[in-house]
């Protein structure tokens, strides 16, 4: 999607709606609005909107992206360190030591 059209799209609905349709989580969307410069809605925006209330909503700012520049959503790769579901401390030490020992137990589920 564009930028122009991601801007639309955080100021028509709540990220967690946006995220749930692309099939990403929510900090996705926000990571991406804010690598791209692209304002996102204030924390109680969303319930000010159902409250019936005056809402602002932020122009794009076109100073260092193009509005039509591309913009690809992704779930961030695990950052190294991290112990991530399904992985135990024991296995993070075995990385350290053994790289290719911990892929073939990675493609083995383990």
């Known amino acids: 999607m564009t930028r122009a059209e991601l801007h ?4 028509s609905k709540p990220m967690t709606e946006l995220a749930r349709l692309y099939g990403v989580r929510d900090q996705h969307v926000a990571q991406a609005c ?3 410069d692209i304002a ?11 409250h019936g209330k005056t809402v602002e909503t932020a122009a794009l ?15 961030s790769v695990g950052r190294p ?12 030490k075995d990385v350290r030591h ?9 493609a083995a589920g383990k």
């Not at 639309?8 to 100021?11: A, D, K, P, S």
């Not at 076109?62 to 509005?67: A, I, L, Q, T």
């Not at 360190?81 to 993070?92: D, S």
Request: glycine share 8%; aromatic share 6%.
């Open 34 to 36: 804010d690598a791209h």
């Open 81 to 92: 360190g991290r112990v991530t579901r399904g992985q135990t401390m024991r296995h993070l």
């Open 40 to 50: 996102r809605p204030r924390a109680g925006h969303w319930q000010r909107v159902e």
């Open 61 to 75: 700012d076109n100073k260092n992206y193009s509005p039509e520049a591309i913009i690809i959503i992704e779930p």
């Open 98 to 106: 053994d790289p290719l020992k911990a892929d073939a137990g990675i």
């Open 8 to 11: 639309r799209l955080v100021w």
